[in-house]
């Protein structure tokens, strides 16, 4: 009897820190019960993702997937003992099983195929030669991913200017145009729109929509590379006295990676639209037939591309696990703390976040696609797109059939996921893996702070004219 009132004065002094009430099954647990301090482990993880790698990257190198985990720690458990274990572990397994796993085997088949197609040889790094490796970046980005396309084209993209003194420049509009904005034709281009998929999105939706301002932005971007580049180019101390990699003819390999990478493309199309009735039940969570073999089926892949990849191929693109390994742990700590912060926003007036849900609507109620598309874009923009995303697709109401209708609001909050990802180093995954080759390779990359100036001063004006043409 002691121990019982001893765990129920817990449980009730966390509901009283945390401003909730402690209830005794997952039934009851209404989203208005969650207080604003419930959000405090989700922030705090994203701003450790946004600082700690600028602050302390010895420590976060070493200890990512360590701090992942204490925030996710810092929500369940107060969460167990207000709310009861059996609800919040209902609640951890759904978002894990539901949501995460399919996430990250989606992400790593892209990675495994992607690092596995490789170019042998060099081309002149010339403002024609460097704007079109961009404008195929761009292509490729909505087919095989940001990660993947990002991946497959910067090491080619280095080697080609390689004679060159300067070409940070290049760098910095491969991550605006190939490792940002070119992924926001499909959910397979940037990992915000693959969740938004998830939730019920139909595959095209975003070709459809967002077709428009994409190609104007991604235009608008190589034009302007393309006369700073030129300029560049005409400078009289702009080339090193001997070429490290003269040029030669493009050798592809890893050749049967194409075909799983159009398999990864079916396998997706196919689960959304492939939806048999009936699942297995795991732990209390019913897992969709349609997602068990999708899921199933990536994970063949993956291994598929493991087994015919020369090992040249991966040679060549320095390939190895540590960056699809270090996405996994942060997004782990990343979908466990967003839970309450999901329901708080699934409350709208009623929650937390009413003066946010107030914000991003007129006196008559009606949504303001403007205000989706910077709250969306200014928070990817220094924390991470893809939970960015969910919370502003939850505070648009969160059902998929009536935000494809109102398709300035959804294409707003996916614009402003992809788009502005790329204003900041911290912005999307593929950002800092570029930063990072080029540094290795000997390009002088601009600071966190100088990449800032970058894009206030280039992109940002390009991003105003597509939201007030289109948003």
Same mark, same amino acid.
């Given at each position: 009897?002691?121990?019982?009132?001893?765990?129920?004065?817990?449980?009730?002094?966390?509901?009283?820190?945390?401003?909730?009430?402690?209830?005794?099954?997952?039934?009851?647990?209404?989203?208005?019960?969650?207080?604003?301090?419930?959000?405090?482990?989700?922030?705090?993880? &994203? @701003?450790?993702?946004? *600082?700690?790698?600028? !602050? =302390?990257?010895?420590?976060?190198?070493?200890?990512? +997937?360590? $701090? /992942? %985990?204490?925030?996710?720690?810092?929500?369940?458990?107060?969460?167990?003992?207000?709310?009861?274990?059996?609800?919040?572990?209902?609640?951890?397994?759904?978002? &894990? @099983?539901?949501?995460? *796993?399919?996430?990250? !085997? =989606?992400?790593?088949?892209?990675?495994?195929?992607? +690092?596995? $197609? /490789? %170019?042998?040889?060099?081309?002149?790094?010339?403002?024609?030669?460097?704007?079109?490796?961009?404008?195929?970046?761009?292509?490729?980005?909505?087919?095989?991913?940001?990660?993947?396309?990002?991946?497959?084209?910067?090491?080619?993209?280095?080697?080609?200017?390689?004679?060159?003194?300067?070409? /940070?420049?290049?760098?910095?509009?491969?991550?605006?145009?190939?490792?940002?904005?070119?992924?926001?034709?499909?959910?397979?281009?940037?990992?915000?729109?693959?969740?938004?998929?998830?939730?019920?999105?139909?595959?095209?939706?975003?070709?459809?929509?967002?077709?428009?301002?994409?190609?104007?932005?991604?235009?608008?971007?190589?034009?302007?590379?393309?006369?700073?580049?030129?300029?560049?180019?005409?400078?009289?101390?702009?080339?090193?006295?001997?070429?490290?990699?003269?040029?030669?003819?493009?050798?592809?390999?890893?050749?049967?990676?194409?075909?799983?990478?159009?398999?990864?493309?079916?396998?997706?199309?196919?689960?959304?639209?492939?939806?048999?009735?009936?699942?297995?039940?795991?732990?209390?969570?019913?897992?969709?037939?349609?997602?068990?073999?999708?899921?199933?089926?990536?994970?063949?892949?993956?291994?598929?591309?493991?087994?015919?990849?020369?090992?040249?191929?991966?040679?060549?693109?320095?390939?190895?696990?540590?960056?699809?390994?270090?996405?996994?742990?942060?997004?782990?700590?990343?979908?466990?703390?967003?839970?309450?912060?999901?329901?708080?926003?699934?409350?709208?007036?009623?929650?937390?976040?009413?003066?946010?849900?107030?914000?991003?609507?007129?006196?008559?109620?009606?949504?303001?696609?403007?205000?989706?598309?910077?709250?969306?874009?200014?928070?990817?923009?220094?924390?991470?797109?893809?939970?960015?995303?969910?919370?502003?697709?939850?505070?648009?109401?969160?059902?998929?059939?009536?935000?494809?209708?109102?398709?300035?609001?959804?294409?707003?909050?996916?614009?402003?996921?992809?788009?502005?990802?790329?204003?900041?180093?911290?912005?999307?995954?593929?950002?800092?893996?570029?930063?990072?080759?080029?540094?290795?390779?000997?390009?002088?990359?601009?600071?966190?702070?100088?990449?800032?100036?970058?894009?206030?001063?280039?992109?940002?004006?390009?991003?105003?004219?597509?939201?007030?043409?289109?948003?």
């Amino acid at each position: 009897m002691e121990s019982r009132l001893l765990s129920r004065g817990a449980r009730r002094a966390v509901a009283l820190l945390f401003g909730a009430t402690p209830l005794p099954a997952l039934a009851a647990t209404s989203p208005g019960e969650y207080g604003p301090v419930w959000a405090l482990p989700f922030a705090a993880l &994203l @701003l450790s993702i946004a *600082l700690a790698p600028l !602050l =302390l990257p010895g420590v976060w190198h070493r200890h990512h +997937g360590k $701090i /992942a %985990l204490a925030w996710a720690a810092a929500m369940l458990l107060p969460h167990a003992l207000a709310f009861g274990a059996s609800p919040t572990l209902h609640l951890a397994l759904h978002s &894990l @099983l539901d949501e995460y *796993l399919p996430f990250v !085997l =989606l992400l790593a088949a892209l990675y495994t195929v992607s +690092g596995g $197609i /490789a %170019l042998r040889g060099n081309l002149r790094g010339s403002a024609a030669h460097n704007t079109a490796l961009l404008a195929l970046g761009a292509l490729a980005a909505s087919a095989m991913g940001t990660t993947g396309a990002a991946m497959l084209l910067v090491r080619p993209l280095i080697h080609a200017n390689d004679r060159r003194r300067r070409s /940070a420049h290049v760098m910095v509009f491969f991550i605006f145009i190939v490792a940002n904005a070119g992924g926001a034709l499909t959910p397979l281009g940037d990992p915000p729109l693959f969740l938004g998929f998830l939730r019920g999105v139909d595959f095209f939706w975003t070709l459809r929509h967002l077709a428009a301002p994409t190609a104007l932005l991604c235009a608008m971007l190589l034009a302007l590379f393309y006369a700073l580049d030129s300029w560049f180019w005409r400078q009289p101390d702009q080339f090193k006295a001997a070429d490290p990699t003269p040029d030669g003819p493009l050798q592809l390999l890893g050749r049967w990676n194409l075909l799983w990478l159009l398999a990864v493309v079916g396998i997706v199309l196919l689960s959304g639209s492939w939806r048999p009735p009936g699942g297995v039940e795991l732990f209390g969570v019913t897992l969709r037939w349609a997602a068990l073999v999708r899921d199933a089926a990536l994970l063949a892949v993956l291994l598929a591309s493991l087994a015919t990849t020369p090992r040249e191929a991966r040679r060549l693109n320095h390939f190895h696990w540590g960056p699809m390994l270090e996405v996994a742990k942060l997004f782990l700590g990343i979908f466990l703390t967003i839970i309450p912060v999901i329901e708080m926003l699934r409350a709208g007036t009623a929650g937390a976040f009413a003066p946010l849900v107030r914000l991003t609507s007129d006196a008559h109620g009606a949504p303001i696609a403007a205000a989706y598309f910077w709250l969306t874009g200014a928070l990817s923009s220094v924390l991470d797109n893809a939970p960015t995303y969910l919370v502003f697709f939850n505070l648009a109401g969160g059902e998929p059939a009536r935000l494809m209708q109102e398709a300035s609001v959804l294409g707003a909050i996916s614009a402003g996921a992809v788009y502005l990802g790329a204003m900041t180093y911290v912005g999307n995954a593929p950002n800092l893996m570029v930063k990072a080759i080029a540094e290795h390779r000997g390009i002088d990359m601009p600071s966190f702070f100088g990449y800032l100036g970058w894009s206030l001063v280039v992109l940002l004006p390009c991003l105003l004219l597509v939201q007030a043409l289109f948003f």
